[in-house]
């Protein structure tokens, strides 16, 4: 296996998180399931990547609320919780690496991951920003973890919308789990394969 | 062929149109594509029933920006095209039948056909607005068809989201058209057999 | 006072209601609050038309989640109660007049309205749908009142954002109350002097 | 004055900027327009402050589609254009500073002035990403210069929603100019007074 992709176990209340319904869909790949739990997922995310000893490291996470698949460009060294983690966790205005750089920016080629997802035919965009819950924890957990540690892994995080199951009653975004499988395929394919990203502009306004 | 179902055309710049693409995967039923045209889409309507003498008609239109399959309550006596139809026309301020009552309510039993989509775990509400253009002539149409001249047809109009590749640019909610083509084999069975709608409430505050 | 401006009393868990507050700070026309109430909002409504005997009544109401100043053209006779009423009622699936016509289109020049808004710097827009709820209902009892009543009156209904204060902690649209009682001056002045409404298109695709 | 506000010019094709329009009328403190333009944005900033030699900084700019007041906690070492600046240029994963840090947490009380701007009725929120274009040049360079150069400098940036006046015919929230400079004056109150930051969690999933 020369890739490893982690999903998300369900959160929020949800039964299920499409992240881990469609890595393990992905085929070709180790498939691990992180806690949503801020005091253990990077010490699972450590014990995979030990375990598979990787070239690539896709983290995959829910974004609830977005309609598409988008590739994060940066991670922040901040915690704050919305909401609590499974394990009853709010932390507040905390750094994620005690002391590290205020955020990174993933080494892999975003644009061209997401310009390989719409040929696809499945939206997508580079996003600039991964929130501050263990989605965003997890991105800059392995950012440094690259940074520090395994400087040739390649690595870094996408968010995928609800699965439609999950927002039968209400007026959320969703995309099916065969086409985010799809997508993840495609985005480990790209990272794998282009060593210099697209010059295409990306960018939001604000 | 006990049911007739209608999908569109193309229109507004799009090269497909998943109203179309899913009825084509419904199965088991007649399928007629509609022009997104003013002048002619009641004709076709017409000449689709006069040909296959359905017990239901299920005609559905694409709703760009919603985010789920929304069957539609209501459709008002009120053409207003804010962009061209496909042939160029932009009516404005015209009935769909001249001196026809305002709105029609269709017979079918939306919030049954709302729940049994649900159910199946697909994003699904009842609408209360057609909107102005072609689709909501189109449910005009046949809701006068049936009161004037088809007592006993059954009869409605379903609008569902874009398809992920019209989309993949953009922030607009999608839903792969399988799913839908899934939901409408739903709306379709639910609505030739439930007599009497579900006692649930639906609504909306404005 | 030639014209009559209603607004409601809040409703939904609120304690304000933008549409009453607004209509207050109009000036020069008589204002009436209305319950939020099935059962006696059309009451309120009549005995608020005898007492002023208007040439105009505009009947505003809160729709939570609009950006912008809607003017209704069309309301229709159901109410489906997805909240409770003020009174604990939730109608479900019924008529607001017995036997009445599917729907009514006012008989005020939206158009003219909307552009006259527009013009003053202030986002509007007709709408096609006033929901279900009791602003629904009173938009149609209006309407039917007028048909049946007092065919001289002119009449209508506009929906109004959430006030700024309501929604501080969401990220939901707002509208300043000084902003929409601006637009209703205008929408008041407009209704009252175009006899024929503008040639421009307006409508929606779905 | 012990406040310098900044707020931008009109970009993007409008001819007004709201962020400029509010800053003009908080009273009280020093405000300076900052060009839309990538090539000069940091030397007018750095110019205003020499001038000025304020305590505190607040830099303001349009956020198109958010409904609310949001403060920024982190700007990024990041240019991305997406529509050209301007001058017409339009950078391409080019960094503020070159060699500087990924990000800059800003060193105001962003949670202390929500809230501050919520008791007022305002709608506000912290924001995790200032978006690529020169309102995060702007923030980014404003933080690099307080780590490098000048540590007692206060200093943070503010999006506000379009006016009402830009979004007349759209369905994008916007806000009036007075509640936005009604904002701006409790953030700086606010930014002056308030030593250690309020602990309540703010946060975003993703």
Do not use: W
Not at 96 to 114: H, S
Not at 142 to 165: K, M, Q
Not at 196 to 206: F, M, R, T
């Amino acid at each position: 296996m020369r890739t490893l992709v982690t999903g998300f176990e369900p959160f929020g209340g949800e039964s299920t998180n499409p992240s881990f319904e469609a890595a393990r869909r992905v085929g070709g790949v180790a498939v691990v399931e992180l806690p949503c739990v801020f005091a253990t997922s990077l010490q699972a995310l450590r014990e995979a990547i030990d375990e598979h000893d990787p070239e690539l490291v896709l983290c995959v996470g829910q974004a609830g609320g977005r309609s598409g698949i988008s590739v994060e460009k940066v991670a922040i060294n901040l915690m704050e919780a919305r909401i609590p983690d499974n394990a009853g966790a709010r932390p507040m205005d905390a750094e994620v690496v005690r002391g590290g750089p205020a955020a990174y920016f993933t080494n892999l080629p975003v644009k061209a991951m997401v310009e390989a997802v719409r040929q696809a035919g499945v939206p997508a965009s580079v996003s600039y920003s991964a929130g501050t819950f263990v989605c965003n924890q997890v991105a800059y957990g392995l950012a440094h973890l690259i940074a520090t540690e395994r400087p040739g892994l390649r690595g870094g995080f996408v968010h995928v919308p609800y699965s439609p199951g999950q927002v039968t009653t209400s007026s959320q975004p969703s995309m099916a789990v065969e086409t985010v499988a799809h997508a993840l395929r495609i985005l480990v394919d790209t990272a794998l394969t282009v060593e210099v990203d697209v010059p295409v502009v990306s960018g939001e306004i604000a």
